[in-house]
């Protein structure tokens, strides 16, 4: 069994910066692919960011060049540093963990979900 717990979220003005964290727990963390997704009320869960173990990367359009995808294996935490907030980042941050080695970016894929995280930007 796999626990995943995020952390870091919280209210931020526009232009701001937050980073999450996400713990993994009970099994052998280093060759997971670990994403990141957020939920909007009303929409959908979205694809933000997912990392392979040998560190490779994706981000979704939105986030790209202002959100970064990172991953201590030693401490088997993943986390999202997320800069130039925006009011539409507004969600909860969730993280994911898929035991396939592919950027999985598709979250039926993923096996293991975290309880979330509150993000909220203002304008």
């Known amino acids: 069994q796999v626990q995943l717990v995020e952390s870091g979220g919280g209210l931020v003005q526009a232009g701001g910066s937050l980073r999450l964290s996400c713990v993994a727990s009970?099994?052998?963390?280093?060759?997971?692919?670990m994403g990141w997704f957020r939920q909007a009320p009303g929409n959908e869960r979205e694809f933000v960011a997912v990392?392979?173990?040998?560190?490779?990367?994706l981000y979704a359009s939105s986030v790209k060049g202002r959100f970064t995808i990172s991953r201590d294996n030693a401490k088997n935490t993943v986390y999202l540093q997320m800069n130039s907030l925006k009011p539409e980042d507004t969600a909860i941050y969730y993280c994911?963990?898929?035991?396939?080695?592919?950027?999985?970016?598709?979250?039926?894929?993923?096996?293991?979900w975290g309880q979330g995280t509150q993000v909220t930007v203002s304008s």
């Open positions: 994911a963990l898929d035991k396939s080695t592919s950027l999985t970016t598709s979250h039926v894929l993923y096996e293991y």
């Open positions: 009970g099994r052998t963390f280093g060759y997971d692919t």
């Open positions: 990392i392979r173990w040998s560190g490779g990367t």
